[in-house]
């Protein structure tokens, strides 16, 4: 048998990085100030004390909120072993009172290999985890209740919450309730009776920042020369990647991504995609790896149904554009139509079209959604004068003008220029 290519090992040692978020969380893991270092302190307080504590992890979905937590988690059990016992429950699963309860019991049997009973009553299920955490509590063993989708158990009359954080009251018990929300105002949604239990510590998870892309990158893409591949290769490799992390091009496809989506799942699904389109020959990433993994994970419908309008439709979006940049206050039909006329009559464009085909096109852009009425109201009224708003970006209409054949250069030319 032949030697491996080293370039298929170096594929899937990357892909492996980019499947493991514990490997990408470590690199902030280190700074006393990041959310990883004030969970394990909080959690780790509340296992070397012996006392009860709650914590709110709160940002936008993709932000590693879950991921840090999970990375906390797995290092506190290396350091405590036999000293913390995870239950965990979901809001989309387990919002009902008696299921979550039941749910809690359950977990708790098979942590500490009880039988459990399915017939056992809410109340029963009740008893049975207020005594677990005594239990738990004269063991100097800390119970860790993860609550995903916290938002979802404060709906109702939050029984489930109000029991637990009663139970944490008593000097016997040893456990933290960690809530995690995509909803920043989730503690305030707490009754009153809740809220008082509640100690409101709240860790905010942000999306990524743009100083710290860089530093993202080269952990997650620069190979280690430890890595058992041959050393050449590895600072051949490394030294290609740092000149494309340095392009100017790179940066725009970036700039790119961070203007659809700026979260860490969508950072990773980027970088996955890269590496798998890696060519094997050469054996190194490109610039184009990035360019095909860009369009390859956009979701782009509006930009596919740009490509589907006529010119005359397109001529609408950027008139649109123009007033919305203008700031006019009302834009329907008759006001698009004197922008379109004044562009005519400034560039002298032979694609002028007369007021019923114009509307045709107006209507046709509305069956699209690409544009839509302001409000609900004036069905009555003619489609002339409803107001109405432009549903797609400057940027989303840049890129479709760009991407169109047969577009007009003076189309083109308005939206730089408006942009």
Not at 121 to 149: P, W, Y
Not at 194 to 201: L, P, T
Not at 375 to 401: M, T
Request: glycine residues 4%; contains cysteine; aromatic residues 8%.
């Amino acid at each position: 048998m032949g030697l491996k290519n080293p370039a298929e090992e170096a594929v899937a040692l990357l892909r492996s990085r980019l499947c493991n978020s514990n490997f990408i969380f470590t690199l902030f893991s280190d700074s006393p100030d990041s959310n990883y270092s004030k969970l394990k302190y909080i959690i780790s307080s509340s296992v070397t004390e012996a006392c009860n504590n709650s914590v709110l992890l709160l940002g936008p979905r993709g932000c590693g909120k879950i991921a840090v937590l999970e990375l906390v988690l797995e290092d506190l059990l290396k350091e405590f072993p036999n000293m913390i016992s995870v239950i965990k429950l979901n809001g989309l699963l387990h919002s009902d009172d008696n299921c979550a309860l039941k749910e809690i019991s359950k977990q708790l049997c098979l942590e500490h290999e009880l039988l459990f009973s399915k017939l056992a009553s809410s109340d029963d299920n009740s008893q049975f985890m207020i005594a677990m955490l005594r239990e738990c509590g004269l063991a100097h063993k800390t119970v860790i209740f993860v609550l995903d989708e916290f938002d979802l158990f404060a709906q109702g009359k939050q029984r489930l919450l109000y029991s637990l954080l009663d139970a944490m009251q008593s000097v016997t018990s040893q456990a933290v309730v960690i809530g995690v929300s995509c909803r920043l105002d989730a503690d305030q949604l707490l009754e009153k009776r809740v809220r008082s239990r509640f100690s409101h510590r709240k860790l905010l998870f942000l999306p990524l920042l743009r100083e710290d892309m860089q530093r993202i990158l080269e952990h997650c893409l620069l190979l280690p020369t430890d890595s058992g591949l041959p050393h050449e290769y590895v600072a051949d490799f490394n030294s290609k990647l740092l000149n494309i992390l340095a392009d100017k091009k790179f940066k725009e496809i970036i700039d790119t991504l961070f203007n659809t989506d700026s979260t860490f799942n969508h950072l990773l699904r980027f970088l996955f995609s890269a590496v798998c389109n890696m060519n094997m020959k050469p054996g190194f990433l490109s610039l184009e790896n990035f360019k095909a993994a860009l369009s390859s994970i956009q979701r782009q419908p509006k930009l596919e149904c740009l490509k589907d309008c006529s010119i005359l439709e397109l001529y609408i979006l950027v008139c649109m554009k123009r007033l919305e940049v203008r700031e006019q206050e009302v834009c329907n039909f008759n006001s698009i139509m004197e922008e379109y006329k004044s562009i005519h009559d400034s560039f002298q464009t032979s694609d002028y079209y007369a007021r019923t085909v114009c509307r045709r096109a107006f209507e046709h852009l509305l069956q699209r959604e690409l544009i839509s009425f302001l409000d609900n109201r004036g069905h009555g009224q003619s489609i002339e004068f409803r107001p109405v708003k432009l549903l797609i970006s400057w940027h989303e209409l840049h890129q479709g003008l760009k991407s169109y054949r047969s577009c007009p250069a003076i189309l083109y030319k308005l939206v730089e220029r408006e942009g």
